[in-house]
């Protein structure tokens, strides 16, 4: 009966806008973090997703607020906040790869960690087609759950990745350069981290729609 009654309240359609917003900041932290794994203006990108992890900080935090201040919600505010916060956890892991590429002066990158850079720029665009369909949840529910399962699939082709990088440092690396190993073992390990980020926010989506429909 709640739930019926919250449907005929009018809503805050601002949310919808600012997840939009921020899903726009990871796309461009997304594809900035891939060509930076190709090896293109490593130091440029860098700046790049430090500005746009800047920029979705501001929009995150507009989201929390609005939660505050809205009487009524499009859907649960514990939702809400969840959900944003999976999002901008993404583009925070993006920040902490770049923060290892330069404490270690990386300018160059196995080809398998550029293999994952793409599968974070396909997940970031999932999440951005999936956002705006939020705002009809019921309408959208075929189409939310299928792309939170390729989110999915793109994370399990990372763990593939991962797994495939680790074996091929130690296989060039080993024991004959321990450091070299260790350095690209982390950043192996960030990239897998940002992966995992977006399945957070797919599972959000599958959360919401189970919730809303």
Same mark, same amino acid.
Not at 161 to 169: A, N, P, T
Not at 196 to 201: C, G, I, L, Q, T
């Given at each position: 009966?709640?739930?019926?009654?919250?449907?005929?309240?009018?809503?805050?359609?601002?949310?919808?806008?600012?997840?939009?917003?921020?899903?726009?900041?990871?796309?461009?932290?997304?594809?900035?973090?891939?060509?930076?794994?190709?090896?293109?203006?490593?130091?440029?990108?860098?700046?790049?997703?430090?500005? /746009?992890?800047?920029?979705? *900080?501001?929009?995150?935090?507009?989201?929390?607020?609005?939660?505050?201040? @809205?009487?009524?919600?499009?859907?649960?505010?514990?939702?809400?906040?969840?959900?944003?916060?999976?999002? #901008? $956890?993404?583009?925070?892991?993006?920040?902490?790869?770049?923060?290892? &590429?330069?404490?270690?002066?990386?300018?160059?990158? *196995?080809?398998?960690?550029?293999?994952?850079?793409?599968?974070?720029? $396909?997940?970031?665009?999932?999440?951005?087609?999936? &956002?705006?369909?939020? @705002?009809?949840?019921?309408?959208?529910?075929?189409?939310?759950?299928?792309?939170?399962?390729? &989110?999915?699939? &793109?994370?399990?082709? @990372?763990?593939?990745?991962?797994?495939?990088?680790?074996? *091929? /440092?130690?296989?060039?690396? %080993? %024991?004959? #350069?321990?450091?070299?190993?260790?350095?690209?073992?982390?950043?192996?390990?960030?990239?897998?981290?940002?992966?995992?980020?977006?399945? *957070?926010?797919? #599972?959000?989506? @599958?959360?919401?729609?189970?919730?809303?429909?």
């Amino acid at each position: 009966m709640l739930g019926w009654f919250r449907k005929l309240l009018p809503h805050e359609d601002r949310f919808f806008d600012l997840f939009e917003r921020h899903a726009g900041f990871i796309v461009g932290g997304a594809e900035a973090l891939e060509r930076l794994l190709a090896g293109e203006d490593v130091e440029g990108n860098c700046r790049r997703i430090v500005e /746009l992890e800047q920029q979705a *900080d501001v929009v995150a935090a507009e989201v929390l607020l609005a939660t505050r201040r @809205s009487f009524i919600t499009p859907f649960d505010r514990g939702d809400i906040k969840d959900l944003i916060q999976s999002m #901008d $956890d993404a583009i925070d892991m993006m920040h902490k790869t770049v923060k290892t &590429v330069r404490l270690f002066d990386r300018t160059e990158f *196995d080809p398998l960690m550029h293999e994952m850079g793409k599968g974070i720029v $396909d997940a970031a665009h999932l999440v951005a087609e999936a &956002v705006p369909l939020l @705002s009809k949840v019921n309408t959208n529910a075929t189409q939310l759950t299928a792309l939170a399962e390729k &989110v999915t699939q &793109v994370e399990d082709r @990372s763990d593939e990745l991962h797994e495939q990088g680790l074996k *091929d /440092l130690f296989t060039r690396h %080993g %024991g004959r #350069d321990p450091m070299a190993y260790m350095i690209g073992a982390e950043i192996y390990g960030q990239l897998e981290k940002v992966v995992d980020r977006f399945e *957070d926010v797919a #599972d959000e989506i @599958s959360g919401i729609v189970i919730e809303n429909v």
